[in-house]
């Protein structure tokens, strides 16, 4: 795949406003380039990011078969997931114990079932179809849908009491589309679990690549907690709780005002 290429087909014919994702300043510096993807950092709200970004269909190209055929990654030791996923889940039901659940970026499906296995009516939605494959081949029983959170937004499914997004948000080029699509799914007091590498950490490495979490244009956007706080609340959310992170990660309860 042709990297330059598809940051070329991202920008299109038409000028394109180097602003921000998080803020949406334009006030940046140049940060480095890095797998042939330029990196900028705002000097409003710190946050890094790469522009330009990829547009959908070719994040969709990029992220099409990510484990090989599910033989790698994430779908290796799927019993461990579920136990994993089991307790993610339980320890969310102390904000909302049932209901209507939706993973963003589900994966292999492990914390759909997890949620079915907890009592709720659980959902997942991802862009790589051969995840998607593997969780309506392994668990049936559940929804999942083949696409980014703006076209399920379209798809009108009705409005959730737990949205679970883990490890995403960082892929995201349209990071306030992305939230703002998350928000109108969530019900009146709802709740969202959302986590991200965090850039800012005292952890992560002065020397970004060898940081595990650093590699565009896979990684394309790099909060940091005040960064990714003000976002959420930009969309109408209200901050729970934040998790403290002994690893270079962002954990963050926030809830949908009723």
Known sequence: MEVAGLQQSAAAASEIRNACPACGTGENEFFMNRNDCDLYKCTSCRTIYMFPFLDTGAAEDL?????ENATTGYFAK????LRRSRARVRRLQRYTSSGRFLDVGCNGGFVVEAAT??????HGLDIDPVSIAYARQHYPENSFFLGVVERYVDNNPGKFDLIYSSEVIEHVGNVKSFVKSIA???APGGVLYLTTPDISHWRTPRDLTKWDAFGPPAHCTYFNPPSLIALLE????TIVYRYLAFKPGIKIIARKPK
């Open 63 to 67: 992220y099409a078969d990510s484990y």
């Open 234 to 237: 930009e969309v109408g959310l």
């Open 117 to 122: 296995e907890a009592g709720f009516d659980a």
């Open 78 to 81: 799927v019993d461990k997931k």
């Open 184 to 186: 109108e799914l969530m």
